[in-house]
């Protein structure tokens, strides 16, 4: 029986031990920091023949050549896994529409999450023209200050913007 009690007796020690950890963690860890980068460029060409052009889940590669893609599971809807620039980027669709879609990255072991989701869609303006919508939702939290926050946002709109203008290219080719 004694052995029995010395062993609880360890448990609330244990308990305060992890306790005092967990709060000392969750102390240092910042709070997150979600910037928002809305993008468009407008088409002259009408929504559906836009998307049919550049709206593919893949389609990545043909506006953004340096990002190979493949499938690396699923059907091309929802739920569909993406790999790009040869498996170091993984993306999930998660949501899907007739001229739209959203995706995320996944947590990956041992890298700072930084709850990535873009979301992309052709929008009708008139019968003959449209406007791609590009959107990016992601954690700055991780980066030192103001001034790399700013620059990570300014590299990514730059890239993005980039990828808007190969689709309007694309999409008006006849």
Known sequence: MKRFTSALSVVPAALVAFAAFAFSTSAMAAEPEYVRIEM???????????????????????????????????????????SLAGGRIKEIMIAQTALGYGYTQPVVEGQYYILYHGFMEARPVTATTSKMLYTLVYDVSN?????????DMARRRMSFETALANMKNMAEMP
């Open 143 to 151: 980066l030192a200050d103001q001034a790399a926050k700013d620059a």
């Open 40 to 82: 468009d460029i407008d088409i002259a060409k009408p929504a559906a023949e836009v998307w049919s052009k550049v709206g593919g889940y893949c389609d990545i590669a043909k506006w953004l050549p340096q990002l190979a893609c493949t499938i690396s599971s699923g059907d091309g809807g929802v739920g569909t896994v993406r």
